[in-house]
T-cell receptor, first 110, second 111 residues
């Protein structure tokens, strides 16, 4: 079973920031938080990951709470092409495996 | 271009007719895996391989076989396909099992 809880769906206006929450209250000390997304039946695409510090790359930012029990993926300026299912995954980095839950279906609207 | 390729992309077959879905990556990754995706069940791992000649079962291995004779290739074999193996299949590769690169998918229908 997935170790994360995400809202099933969210809407976001084009050009605005999309903030996708994820709860992972049972995360252990050596587990990382990963985010992937899947655009309409294409292969999932890696976005970002982190352990306890906030992370940023060219695609998104990841904010992890101090107690590490939840995180937020931020797409700073959402576009229509960001419409996808976003998966939050918790796993160990070495020897771990990806367990995909149901994810959040993000709809970016004009 | 760094990529994971799968063939075929679409396949319709009949029950019991052996088939192979190929997967190849050009990134020199050690780790490769296969997933299937079904409505309401999400993505589930079938098999994975940590390196050449090393394979292990994922969450739903029944009815599937794999082999890893070369680093770049990781074929998925269905010896006797059944209708419940109708699904969307993804191959993935990475240096480790976390930041995986996924192929475009193979949509399989077993009649």
């Amino acid at each position: 079973d997935a170790k994360t809880t995400q809202p099933p769906s969210m809407d976001c206006a084009e050009g605005r920031a999309a903030n996708l929450p994820c709860n992972h209250s049972t995360i252990s000390g050596n587990e990382y938080v990963y985010w992937y997304r899947q655009i309409h039946s294409q292969g999932p695409q890696y976005i970002i990951h982190g352990l306890k510090n906030n992370e940023t790359n060219e695609m998104a930012s990841l904010i992890i709470t101090e107690d590490r029990k939840s995180s937020t993926l931020i797409l700073p300026h959402a576009t229509l092409r960001d419409t996808a299912v976003y998966y939050c995954i918790v796993t160990e980095r070495a020897g771990g495996k990806l367990i995909f839950g149901q994810g959040t279906e993000l709809s970016v609207k004009p | 271009e760094a990529q994971v390729t799968q063939n075929p992309r679409y396949l319709i077959t009949v029950t019991g007719k052996k088939l192979t879905v190929t997967c190849s990556q050009n990134m020199n990754h050690e780790y490769m895996s296969w997933y299937r995706q079904d409505p309401g069940l999400g993505l589930r791992q079938i098999y994975y391989s940590m390196n050449v000649e090393v394979t292990d079962k994922g969450d739903v291995p029944e009815g599937y076989k794999v082999s890893r004779k070369e680093k770049r290739n990781f074929p998925l074999i269905l010896e006797s396909p059944s209708p419940n193996q109708t699904s969307l299949y993804f191959c993935a590769s990475s240096f480790g099992p976390d930041t995986q690169y996924f192929g475009p998918g193979t949509r399989l229908t077993v009649l």
